[in-house]
């Protein structure tokens, strides 16, 4: 369904250059939901954009269903790839209704609105009454499921979820996490699923791409990412993570990634990674090691894994 090839996208800062996704490249099949995770400010969001064209690419390719949309306005296509927003209470605009909040995409794209905000109200989970309230009536995971009527009013087929649970209370976010599972299944939608929360990522994501600084470090189906990480930063990623069952997260040593990832407009030379990692080689420091596939669907980009 996607297609991306050699995705770059640059920022101007001053006279210095950011480079905020680096020579990004990926599919997503049709019914796939990929996780994308890492750090805050390693590129995830901007990729996000960049897919739904709310940036434009410095280089590269974005392909849909085949067709290039990478500077495409098509509103064919516009509505069939669609955003759902970390931050619900920003997201909805607090003078509009919750009707006028839904049927707006429809009345923009001059499409008929019907019983769809009747329909998507119920699809999400939310009273038929709710249509004529305003957002600060709701809490926070009814916002998010206002959100996620709204951005499936043009029936799109790819959906990018933009850390769509972070922002709401622990409790509320596994309901909205099978919510988005359910929507997924039974309107055979496609997702790419942004998170930095590696638990939920897994519980969701048919396979699952690592970022750093930019770039993918590794990318593997989801099962085979936690049973085998092969990035040392993937490691540590898991080695951080809360495990579910409070026996096994007694016994073992939690692992924290020391320091801060480098700035994006200092990327060190050689890995990416090499400032911060426990395995770095003096290669690690020279050259940058490409994306390459170790195992059926496996890809890392790591210089321990050269030989092989
Ligand atoms: Fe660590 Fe070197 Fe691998 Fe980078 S290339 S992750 S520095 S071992």
Redesign the pocket.
Known sequence: MIEVQNLTKTFSIGKEKLTAVNNVSFQIEPGEILGLVGESGCGKSTLGKLLVRLERPTEGKIFFEGKEISNSSDRHLCRKIQMIFQDPFASLNPRMTVDALIREPLVVHRLPVGHIVEELLDLVGLPKNAASRFPHEFSGGQKQRIGIARALALKPQFLICDEPISALDVSIQAQIASLLQRLQKELNLTYLFIAHDLAMVRYLSTRIAVMYLGAF?EIAPSDMLFEKPL???TELLLASIHLPNPELERKRTRVFISGDPPSPLHPPPG?P??TR?P???P??RIER?KLVQIGEGHEVA???YDEL
């Open positions: 470090v990035h040392p930063y890995c990674f090499s990692c395995k770095a080689m290669i690690c090691p790591c210089h321990l």
